[in-house]
Structures are given as C-alpha cells and as structure tokens.
C-alpha cells in the first residue's frame, strides 16, 4: 500500500545551526507534498508545501525541495531557533487521500 | 474565530460505552477528515467526507461511524469504545481535496481516554 518514510525520527541541533528531515513516498501518483508542525498538545499546523510540478520552495528560513525521480522531498530549516523544537510530519497528497510520515522531533539546544 | 473546531477537548469513559466528538468548520470547505493520532504521534487518517459524502474509509472498524449532516460539519460516533482507541482524534478540512495541492486545517483535537 501507500507509504511514507520520514527520517531521522529524533533530531537534536544547537541554536544557529541547521536542521535537514527527509521523506521518501512510494505512490508516484502523490502531487502534493506538504509539511506540518506540531507543538506539544496542539494541533498540526501547515508550514510550507510543494507541489509535483515544483523542485524547490522557500519561505524565509524554511526550505522543501522535491526529486519526483527518487520519489523523496526535504525540509530544510536554516538558523534554527528555540521555538522550531516541535515534531514535523511530511506527508504526500493525491486527490483526497494524505499519507502521513511518522514524524521527526526536533530539538533546538539554546 | 476558531476555523476548525472539535468538542469535546477531553473526553474519559469506561470501555463498552458510546460516545460522539463533533466537529464544525468556518471556512466554507469542501472536504473533511478525521485523523487518529496515537501515543507514538503517528497521524492516520480514517474518514474522507467530501460535500457530505464519504470518500475515503481506511478499513476502520464498524464501531466508528462519521455522519455529514452538511458541507461545515463532520461528527464521530464511537460504540463499544476499547481500550485501543485510546487517541487524540483530529478534525480537518481543506477545500476541494479532490483537486491536487490542498493544505488542511485541523482542529485542535479530542483526547479520548478509556479506563
């Protein structure tokens, strides 16, 4: 069945530096890709997104790049800060069924 | 103005009973979805509702039954709650999941908790 694989699942960074989490889907058929940012007891929250037709999306310090080929898609956190510690999910998108990754919890050491 | 939003926030039972979570949004959406999320944080969607009809059913058990009265909500009975439904229990919506590239918004979630 539809897959999606997030690595790595814990990722620990000192403040300033930067965070990389990596997904791989297996359904090339997914054309949308979008990232989610969970604090502790809240709701999932949309922090960028990417479509099939796009290789690389930026958003001031957040980054998603896209290889339709190898069927995988990365966030890239730069200057990473205290209030980036929070678990981020990928997911991949096709019509109106979303596959979610099982999450990477970063830490963001001050 | 909360977009999405799930009552009840907390909700603790005995296992074998019946209970229900609602969940309303705001923002003229076309599709809704509840997602089961486990102790392990993994999010799993389980009903697709788009214009009040269900689209997506991921083989979850008979016991959990979504209703669509309209396009702006989306409630879910449980019956015969168990200890494995134990969860945050999410509420979203986007508009027009069956076109490609819509985000979702999620309630706040329902912590279900049986003893």
């Known amino acids: 069945g539809e897959n999606v694989e997030q690595h790595p699942s814990t990722l620990s960074v000192q403040e300033g530096d930067s965070a990389v989490i990596k997904c791989t889907y297996s359904?090339?058929?997914?054309?949308?890709f979008p990232w989610y940012k969970q604090e502790l007891g809240k709701r999932p929250q949309l922090i960028i997104d990417?479509?099939?037709?796009?290789g690389e999306k930026k958003d001031q310090r957040i980054a998603v790049t896209l290889n339709k080929t190898a069927k995988h898609f990365s966030l890239h956190i730069t200057e990473t800060q205290p209030e980036d510690s929070a678990v981020y999910f990928c997911?991949?998108?096709?019509?109106?069924?979303?596959?979610f990754g099982a999450g990477t919890r970063l830490f963001v050491k001050a | 103005d909360t977009a999405v939003s799930q009552t009840p926030k907390y909700l603790v039972t005995q296992m074998g009973n019946d209970k229900s979570i609602k969940c309303e949004q705001n923002?003229?959406?076309?599709?809704m979805y509840w997602y089961k999320q486990d102790s392990k944080k993994f999010l799993k969607i389980m009903f697709s509702?788009?214009?009040?009809?269900?689209?997506i059913n991921e083989t979850v058990p008979n016991r959990f039954s979504p209703k669509s009265p309209d396009k702006a909500h989306l409630n879910l009975h449980i019956n015969s709650l168990e200890l494995g439904d134990s969860a945050v229990y999410f509420c979203?919506?986007?508009?027009?999941?069956?076109?490609?590239?819509?985000?979702?918004?999620f309630g706040d979630g329902t912590r279900l908790s049986i003893l």
């Open positions: 979203a919506s986007s508009q027009g999941g069956g076109r490609a590239g819509q985000p979702q918004h």
């Open positions: 990417i479509r099939s037709n796009v």
């Open positions: 509702y788009n214009n009040k009809e269900l689209i």
């Open positions: 997911a991949a998108s096709k019509g109106f069924k979303t596959i």
């Open positions: 923002l003229g959406h076309d599709t």
């Open positions: 359904d090339s058929a997914s054309n949308y």
